[in-house]
């Protein structure tokens, strides 16, 4: 393999790796400004408030995109397995 291929390979797991972990980071971000919201309009300070709504939100976007993401997966061992096989 040349310098670029490995480069390419390289950016190729970069982006996969972006648009995985993307939807899971923004609903994660979402929930938690909601509840943030929710803390400071009740003055409640519980720390451990942000914890249950997140988990459920980050379980539903797994729910949804569970079967994107494996099919996301798949296809890039495919392509890495062909590519050590020299295909």
Do not use: C
């Amino acid at each position: 393999m040349t310098e670029t291929e490995v480069l390419g390979v390289l950016y190729q797991a970069f982006l996969l790796a972006l648009r995985l972990a993307l939807p899971f980071l923004l609903v994660s971000m979402l929930v938690g400004v909601v509840i943030s919201i929710f803390q400071a309009a009740t003055q409640i300070n519980e720390q451990t408030l942000t914890f249950v709504p997140k988990f459920l939100a980050i379980l539903a976007v797994m729910a949804v995109l569970g079967g994107t993401i494996m099919t996301m997966l798949q296809d890039f061992l495919r392509q890495m397995i062909a590519l050590a096989a020299g295909g």
